[in-house]
């Protein structure tokens, strides 16, 4: 309980901070960005380069780098219709929330011109499906993400399995080999690891399972989540704890990013499924398992129907900005492929630009980026609904509930899809 409380008194002072910013000086606009301190002394970097070229400065509000709280102070100075921050970052998960309440400029009127990318630059399901909302560009990504399928490649080739594998049927396959194996000299290996803890993370590894035919979303104001795809999706995620016991017992109370990250990179699994950030760690210096591990789409129920859960940070200018052409134009430079290839290099982002990925300097250090485009091209995005992390927050607790015994695949999602009906019929 008194950790609730100082989380509380964490988030109401995030909150009145982003809210009590003052409005930018003549010239200048302020940015509001989170993240490891790593990343802002980056952005400060860009900051100061775009100011040289420009010669409009920009001033960095610091947000925390947990992304709740960020986007809480965010809303507080929206709703209150602050003029400053001028732009801000935002997680794809936001952007139909935000578009939907009018805070956001459309951006549109900038896109093509005076050296700023137009909508062909990026990737056409990121622009087209996350960043457009009612017709209009309301923002404009600054890095993708999508869920990717890591392996070991060594075990493969020394139990003769070809690999990746294509469908999860193959993956089980697989892994029951190579665990038997692997155990009799590595008590604790398991084959599989992914994100199965009760958070957002869950809901993107949820629908990967479920693959291309999966279903979440609303139709004519029903809620559409309890599909046989879908039960039979969750069905096999629970067996693969419990059935099968190819993933460790703790996946449904522990396992998000960075668990499965560590637990694969010590070399204790086979398979993982993690985001694009993970590879740059598993490749560096002193990793276990550096060299030896490969990067493939994920599987899906057949050959080729896998689908990644799309992610990424994008960048929008608040409606009651003072600055919005000088904001316009930071953005601008955000997107610009000098940009775009700098994050890429000096923080291992993955561009939100498609030429990029064609750069033979960073072809050179990131063979896996045909790859990656592959994946992004093919991404699919989760619901963008004004509503979604009420939605979401639904359905974690019922997938961890079948993920734990608590319920079958099927009560979880007939009891989810009530409870999401109740939230959509408010709104209706």
Excluded at 30 to 45: I, M
Excluded at 290 to 319: D, E, N, Q, Y
Aim: aromatic share 12%; net charge neutral; charged share 25%.
């Amino acid at each position: 309980m008194r950790m609730r409380a100082i989380f509380r008194v964490l988030c109401a002072v995030s909150a009145f901070l982003a809210a009590a910013a003052p409005p930018s000086p003549a010239g200048a606009i302020t940015f509001a960005v989170g993240g490891a301190p790593s990343e802002f002394d980056q952005w400060e970097r860009l900051a100061r380069e775009f100011e040289g070229k420009t010669g409009i400065r920009v001033e960095l509000l610091r947000q925390p780098t947990d992304t709740g709280l960020r986007r809480q102070g965010l809303s507080v100075s929206l709703q209150a219709r602050g003029s400053s921050p001028d732009a801000f970052l935002m997680d794809v998960a936001w952007l139909a929330q935000f578009a939907a309440s009018g805070w956001l400029e459309p951006l549109d009127p900038f896109l093509g011109k005076e050296g700023c990318a137009g909508r062909e630059a990026f990737f056409p399901r990121m622009i087209d499906a996350v960043d457009t909302y009612d017709g209009r560009v309301a923002a404009l990504p600054v890095y993708v993400d999508g869920g990717l399928l890591y392996y070991r490649k060594d075990l493969l080739e020394k139990y003769g399995l070809p690999g990746p594998p294509r469908t999860w049927d193959e993956l089980l396959r697989y892994s029951e080999v190579v665990q038997r194996g692997e155990r009799r000299s590595r008590p604790g290996f398991y084959a599989f690891v992914w994100q199965g803890a009760q958070y957002e993370g869950l809901v993107c590894d949820f629908l990967e399972f479920a693959g291309a035919s999966g279903e979440f979303g609303v139709e004519n104001g029903a809620v559409v989540i309890d599909t046989p795809r879908n039960r039979e999706a969750l069905r096999f995620m629970r067996d693969l704890i419990g059935k099968y016991g190819i993933s460790p017992p703790n996946t449904y109370t522990d396992m998000r990013e960075e668990e499965v990250r560590t637990f694969f990179q010590e070399g204790n699994a086979l398979f993982e499924r993690n985001w694009p950030y993970a590879f740059a760690l598993h490749e560096s210096r002193g990793s276990p398992v550096r060299g030896k591990t490969g990067v493939a789409p994920l599987p899906g129920w057949s050959p080729g129907g896998g689908a990644a859960s799309l992610g990424g940070w994008h960048a929008g200018i608040s409606r009651f900005s003072e600055s919005k052409p000088e904001s316009a134009k930071f953005l601008c430079y955000l997107a610009s492929y000098d940009t775009q290839k700098d994050l890429a290099r000096r923080l291992g982002w993955n561009p939100a630009r498609r030429d990029v990925y064609a750069d033979p300097e960073l072809l050179a250090k990131n063979p896996h980026f045909p790859e990656l485009r592959a994946v992004f091209e093919n991404a699919r995005p989760r619901p963008l609904l004004p509503y979604y992390s009420r939605l979401s927050a639904i359905l974690q607790r019922h997938v961890n509930a079948a993920l734990s015994g608590m319920s079958t695949p099927e009560e979880a999602l007939s009891a989810a899809r009530r409870e999401m009906q109740a939230i959509v019929s408010r709104y209706r």
